[in-house]
């Protein structure tokens, strides 16, 4: 059975990043000869506030330091291969959380839960489903090099700090290439699908318990204590109405095959007898929202190149043919002529 681990914050309307993830981006243009102090000024982004680990900057002006810096190295995988330039312990707090866990699926849900203390802008999740692991990002800014940026990192910080034994199975992104499949094999080591409905990494499930060589129950102690304290002072998220949150473990619960109403309830904490008078109240029913869902996720999967299989698995159907019967309800067309139009 499939279960669903944690889900980091969800993004406020208007996020933000570290200053540590600033410094990132800092360190690895330099370290390719480029001053970063003209770029991010022209960006909004006043370079002193790179010494101050822990500050919040406005993500969109992060991301156009990005931007430019990629620009100006002429270098559209520039996030994607970052990491390769950044030592252990870069990623401040983030790095010695997973460094003293016990086990890697220790150090994976440490890894979701504090993520907004890097961006507040990215949603992780990270679900297990029979003898796989699904690590997931959902981005609300749409932007490629942010997602290539939590994977590059994943990817090869996964390599340095849970040892030998680890391996990926698959890494697919939700966008075209940005730039030469080689650097993609190079950073992900792993096989690679473009246009899908989803950027995530999946593993086998028995990595989970692979134990971490630092771990060290005392410091990890102090580490989530400081870990806590700074994710109280990151902005809270945004207040989701019911609806917004009844979506949400929705979309979530799709790779568990389980949209059933008690699930629903479960995750909402609230009977299934209260949830069934609140949808009433909203004036919608269980079965029309799932629908929705499966009808948003579908539509977004069949703007990419994902195979009607693949969407249909997705989606939690017996196959393609389930998938086309259910869509053609929806649309009153098929995939492929939605595809099409």
């Not at 999740?125 to 959902?138: K, M, P, S, W």
């Not at 096989?191 to 990890?220: H, K, T, Y």
């Not at 579908?298 to 299989?309: D, F, I, W």
Request: include cysteine; proline fraction near 4%.
């Amino acid at each position: 059975m499939r279960q669903a681990m944690l889900n980091s914050r969800h993004a406020d309307e208007r996020p933000t990043v570290s200053s540590d993830w600033l410094r990132l981006v800092a360190v690895a243009a330099e370290a390719r000869g480029l001053d970063v102090t003209p770029i991010f000024a022209a960006s909004g982004v006043d370079t002193s506030v790179l010494a101050n680990r822990g500050a919040r900057v406005c993500a969109a002006a992060a991301q156009e330091a990005s931007r430019r810096t990629m620009g100006r190295l002429s270098d559209p995988l520039f996030e994607l291969t970052l990491d390769e330039a950044i030592p252990l312990g870069a990623l401040s707090m983030t790095d010695y959380l997973v460094i003293s866990s016990a086990d890697v699926g220790e150090a994976m849900r440490r890894i979701v839960r504090y993520a907004p203390l890097i961006s507040d802008g990215e949603r992780l999740i990270l679900t297990a489903d029979g003898h796989e692991v699904r690590f997931r990002c959902v981005s609300e800014h749409g932007l490629p090099h942010i997602t290539e940026m939590v994977i590059g990192l994943f990817a090869l910080r996964a390599r340095t700090l849970f040892g030998p034994s680890w391996s990926v199975k698959s890494i697919s992104f939700a966008h075209k290439p940005q730039g030469s499949r080689a650097v993609y094999d190079r950073i992900c080591q792993a096989p690679i699908q473009f246009e899908r409905p989803f950027n995530e990494v999946v593993f086998a499930r028995d990595m989970l318990a692979v134990p971490m060589v630092g771990a060290d129950e005392r410091m990890s102690a102090i580490f989530l204590d400081e870990a806590d304290a700074a994710l109280a002072t990151v902005r809270p998220p945004r207040a989701s109405s019911f609806m917004d949150s009844v979506k949400r473990v929705l979309e979530d619960g799709l790779d568990a095959r389980d949209l059933t109403l008690t699930r629903l309830a479960d995750h909402l904490g609230v009977s299934a007898r209260t949830l069934q008078r609140r949808l009433r109240a909203a004036g919608v029913t269980h079965r029309g929202l799932v629908r929705g869902v499966r009808e948003d996720i579908a539509t977004r999967s069949l703007a990419t190149r994902a195979s009607q299989g693949q969407i249909a698995r997705t989606l939690g159907y017996s196959g393609p043919g389930a998938f086309q019967r259910a869509f053609k309800r929806w649309s009153g067309m098929t995939p492929g002529q939605h595809r099409a139009r």
